[in-house]
């Protein structure tokens, strides 16, 4: 009798810890809102991201600068004091004149902002898919946590019970030792449910960019999308939508202006030269001049011999075929992608209809009705396990099966490149 009446308060006791684990994760809930929110506003990849379209903007400004003018002085002394041949004193302004590079090195620039600008809204556009995705997976962790501590209760619950009816002589130490065993496990795996909890919402700490903030319980249910598409509709929209199609296209024209930057840079600059001298006057009884001033206008016109050699021109054209090909690929990897997401989305609510709350209800009932008949010696422990374990394995699909169509249809807004999958 000490074993039946000792063990059962041991057991009680590792449950009321476990439940006092769990207390804090019932605090303060956060909320599908508040949670992207904070992940657009504080995450730091996405802040990284950003830095890369501040540096396109700076190169774009950069590429707009004008080549400087150049001023030169130069001070002559023809030994005035030997022979008396007087000073020179002369100043110098150039100025080198180019064709058409700057134009092209802004074009390059802003084809390159704007490509940068694409892949920023697709990096926000990945960032809120993959932070919607972890939600739900913390939505799903949060309700199997919660099944697993039914479980597990209901199982304490039923060992209290044959702990009793064991003491009356109604059951034997055997039936007693498999409810204790059902006990043990049931909590065992409520344990390793509520570590995959708290990692889920680390998860969602580390998208907010706080992962020292402790996020006790998230708020939501899962639940079906039940929106409807039209493959041939996402297929064709795919070209407007799609970002990184459209930031592909931006490369391709930022590479067909670095061909023309190329072409232009191959251009002879000129260089033009405006001087004024200034001679003191020659004191020299063999060669005396008066003092004068002296003007000079100049030009300098390089030879480009060296343009005979084509290889820069030659990889210019074939990165631009390069980059054309690459949008291509992007296009048809945008077409399988969606076309995948369709047949998953679609796959995943086919499956949802296999579980419903009807189901669940109906192995409720079976369940308590188990239950009634053992507490009246009509049926046999190994029956109400086996009816506590189909209503579990029923709850834990459904949920699961929730999750995975909303898993789906994310994917499927994020390959169709709209991004509607807000949880409000």
């Not at 006057?281 to 100049?298: D, I, K, L, Q, S």
Request: net charge negative; with cysteine; hydrophobic share 40%.
């Amino acid at each position: 009798m000490k074993t039946a009446t000792h063990k059962p308060l041991r057991l009680c006791a590792a449950f009321a810890l476990v439940t006092a684990m769990v207390s804090p994760l019932r605090g303060q809930e956060l909320d599908y809102r508040t949670f992207m929110g904070q992940v657009m506003e504080h995450n730091l990849s996405y802040a990284a991201a950003k830095l890369d379209r501040s540096i396109s903007e700076a190169d774009l400004s950069a590429a707009k600068k004008f080549t400087d003018p150049t001023l030169s002085a130069e001070y002559g002394n023809n030994s005035d004091w030997d022979i008396a041949m007087g000073q020179s004193l002369s100043f110098e302004l150039g100025k080198t004149i180019s064709f058409g590079k700057r134009a092209a090195r802004i074009e390059v620039a802003r084809h390159n902002l704007d490509a940068s600008d694409a892949g920023l809204r697709l990096f926000a556009l990945d960032l809120r898919a993959e932070a919607t995705l972890a939600f739900i997976d913390a939505l799903l962790a949060r309700d199997l946590v919660q099944i697993g501590q039914q479980n597990a209760q209901h199982m304490l619950s039923l060992y209290r019970s044959d702990s009793l009816r064991h003491a009356t002589g109604e059951l034997s130490e055997i039936d007693v030792m498999q409810t204790r065993l059902e006990a043990n496990i049931a909590q065992q795996d409520y344990l390793a449910l509520l570590v995959d909890y708290r990692n889920a919402l680390i998860q969602l700490d580390q998208l907010m960019g706080s992962p020292a903030v402790s996020t006790q319980s998230v708020a939501g249910q899962l639940g079906t999308p039940l929106k409807h598409y039209n493959l041939q509709d996402l297929l064709l929209a795919a070209d407007t939508l799609r970002l990184d199609i459209l930031q592909g296209r931006h490369m391709a024209l930022a590479s067909q202006s670095e061909l023309k930057q190329t072409r232009r840079e191959r251009l002879p600059d000129i260089d033009l030269a405006l001087g004024v001298n200034y001679n003191t006057r020659v004191h020299n009884e063999e060669a005396p001049a008066p003092e004068f001033f002296g003007y000079t206008v100049g030009v300098s016109i390089p030879l480009p011999f060296s343009n005979l050699n084509r290889g820069d021109i030659r990889a210019s054209q074939f990165k631009a075929q390069q980059a054309g090909l690459q949008t291509e690929i992007l296009r048809r990897q945008a077409q399988a992608e969606i076309t995948k997401a369709y047949n998953n989305y679609h796959s995943a609510l086919n499956r949802l209809t296999d579980y419903n709350t009807v189901i669940i209800s109906n192995a409720q009932q079976v369940l308590e009705g188990k239950m009634y008949a053992y507490q009246r010696g009509e049926t046999s422990l190994l029956e109400v396990i086996n009816a506590q374990h189909t209503y579990n394995e029923l709850r834990q699909a459904y949920s699961e099966c929730l999750h995975s169509c909303l898993a789906a249809w994310v994917e499927l807004e994020r390959c169709a490149g709209t991004g509607n999958f807000g949880l409000e």
